[in-house]
Each structure stands twice: as structure tokens, then as C-alpha cells.
């Protein structure tokens, strides 16, 4: 199976960031025995993190270290969190350290005939996607993106309330971790203590009638620096804020221990069976909110969702049902 181009700069910075990735002051010297090389090329190599929004600080007569260290992503330690039903369904693993966006990759795969069961990592994204448009913001190191491709027979119908599912996926890995606080908020956000951790964005390809495909792609916010996160134009949390310490690689490990059983099986059982669970995480159940489209808005009760995964909102006294797609969710105070 081919695999997406990485197109990674970052790839001949890999040695020296592995040697640093324990948070030590480490010397110039020691860097370049290390490496095999002088301490003129590790200069070269240091000067070059900073261009990818590393945080290099220089400790005056000896040496060099990343505050806090980093917790880089490893195909051989992800795989050994496997579970053997995740395993089984796993077609190919990819962890990159810099691609435009895992989505896009994995759109690019199907589209050429492959794809299925591929999960890309990637340690940063500099064109990454979110709902509506947006951009995902995903600094080097910074949290988790994910993207898993899988190919359907039997058309778009059978998708309906996926994005939902995966939410209750996420958090069930989450809760391995024994993360507080996870809510989910319609239809695509995880949050924590009222603010957003990870966001799911679904991405279709193929014939919507028949045999298509999905490319699920998620972010989890696990340690972004304040500079990153300016760009994000609402509330965030990340994990390490309420959480610190959860390896990286175990994570995302238990993410795909979730995710690829859930795709396996939700042609047969549909969100129906995501439902309940669901619910008891919903962040705005019973509460008032407001739905906003680009003409219009609805103000009413949150009353969960259906067997679709359609949003159920009390609007003067009338029960309404309203799918995804351009429309967004906020609490009211």
C-alpha cells in the first residue's frame, strides 16, 4: 500500500530532537558526538527547530535544551498499545512529523484507490482543517492529529450521526486516562470543563450513493504553547492543564483501540447504539441554546439527540430536529 507524502522538512532534524526530547540541558559537544557530527552542523540543526515553533533555550556555558521536553509520537510504541481487534483492522500506520493536513493526505489515498484502514499521525499540521472552514490549529508536539480512512458500500445514508460516535469514542479512550470533566457538544466537539479538547471533522469521498469513503480526522489538544494558541477563536482547555503527564503515544493508542472497532461495525449498528451514551455526555442537555445558520437562528431547550444523530431543540413548545452540516451550537447564559 503506498503512503501519503510527508513532505517533511523536519525529517534530517529527527536525531537531534530525540536527544533533546528529555527536557536536559544537553552541550554542543555531546550533541555532536552523538550525532557524528561537528558542533558547527548541530548549531546549523538547533537554529532550524526554531523556524518549526520549538522553544530552543540556550543555557550559557553548557548547552542547549526544549523547556518541558517532548513527547514525540513512535509507530513502534503506538502499535504496542494495540489492542488485537485494533490490530486486525488496521491497514497501514503512518506518524509524520510535518504534512499540510492528515485529511488531506488521506483524501489523496482514497481518492487513488487506497486508504482503507490507514491512521496517519502527524506532530504538526500547517494546514490543518476544521468545521466550517476553519483552520485547526496544531502546533509541533502540541496534541494529537489523527486521520483514519475507511471505505463504505452502501451509500452516505449509512454515516448518518458518525461524527457523534466518534465523540463517544474519544471520550471513552480519554476515560482510560481518567481525564475529568468530558463533555460532548453537538455535533463534532469534546470539551472539557467547558471549553473545547478535540474536535472531529469527517470528510467523504466517492460515489454518496453507493461505494464511498470517509476520512475521519480528529484533534486532541494535549500541550499548546499561549503563542499557538492565540489563533483559536474559542474557549480551549488542553490535557496537560487538567491532566499532565498522559503519554502521547498511549493516547493515541487508545484512540484507535475505539476508532477502528467503531468503523468496522457502524454499518450494521448505526449511531443508534451510540445514543445513549451520548446523551449522558452531553454538555448542554436541558439547557437553553441557540442555533445559528448563515440566515437565521433558532433560541430554545437542548433536548438531545435521535437515533440520527439530529439535534432535538424545544422551540416554543414544538420539538425540531436540525442535522449539521453549516449550523452551529452555543449555550446561552
Keep these: 500500500m503506498s503512503t501519503p507524502s510527508a513532505n517533511n522538512p523536519l525529517e534530517a532534524l529527527r536525531p537531534v530532537l530525540e536527544l533533546l526530547a528529555d527536557g536536559e540541558v544537553h552541550s554542543g559537544q555531546a550533541l555532536g558526538t552523538a550525532l557524528g557530527v561537528s558542533r558547527a552542523a548541530v548549531w546549523k540543526q538547533l537554529q532550524k527547530l526554531e523556524q518549526f515553533g520549538l522553544a530552543l533555550e540556550s543555557v550559557k556555558g553548557r548547552g542547549y535544551r526544549l523547556p518541558g521536553g517532548l513527547n514525540l509520537l513512535d509507530a513502534a510504541a503506538i502499535e504496542t498499545g494495540l489492542s488485537a481487534a485494533a490490530t486486525s483492522l488496521l491497514g497501514e500506520l503512518v506518524v509524520a512529523d510535518r504534512v499540510d493536513s492528515t485529511n488531506a493526505q488521506l483524501l489523496g489515498l482514497l481518492e487513488r484507490g487506497g486508504g482503507h484502514g490507514v491512521a496517519m499521525f502527524a506532530e504538526q499540521q500547517t494546514a490543518g482543517r476544521g468545521r466550517r472552514g476553519r483552520s485547526w490549529v496544531s502546533p509541533f508536539s502540541g496534541g494529537i492529529n489523527l486521520s483514519i480512512g ?91 492543564s487538567v491532566c499532565a503527564g498522559i503519554d502521547r503515544n498511549r493516547l493515541a493508542a487508545a484512540m484507535l483501540n475505539q476508532l477502528l472497532p467503531l468503523l468496522d461495525s457502524y454499518p450494521e449498528c448505526g449511531f443508534a447504539a451510540y445514543r445513549d451514551a451520548w446523551q449522558d455526555l452531553d454538555q448542554f442537555a436541558g439547557r437553553p441554546v441557540c442555533l445559528r445558520s448563515a440566515q437565521r437562528e433558532w433560541r430554545g431547550i437542548a433536548a438531545g439527540v435521535d437515533n440520527s444523530g439530529a439535534l432535538l431543540l424545544e422551540v416554543d413548545g414544538e420539538r425540531r430536529s436540525f442535522h449539521g452540516g453549516e449550523i452551529s451550537l452555543r449555550g446561552q447564559e
Design 150 to 240: 475507511w471505505q463504505f458500500s452502501g451509500g452516505v445514508q449509512l454515516l448518518e450521526g458518525l461524527s457523534l460516535a466518534v465523540g463517544v469514542a474519544l471520550a471513552r479512550a480519554l476515560a482510560e486516562f481518567e481525564v475529568p470533566d468530558v463533555r460532548l457538544k453537538w455535533p463534532n466537539d469534546v470539551w472539557c470543563r467547558g471549553r473545547k479538547l478535540a474536535g472531529v471533522l469527517l470528510e467523504l469521498s466517492g460515489d454518496l450513493t453507493d461505494r464511498c469513503a470517509v476520512v475521519v480526522g480528529v484533534g486532541v489538544n494535549v500541550g499548546l504553547p499561549q503563542g499557538a494558541a492565540a489563533a483559536i477563536d474559542q474557549p480551549w482547555i488542553d490535557l496537560n
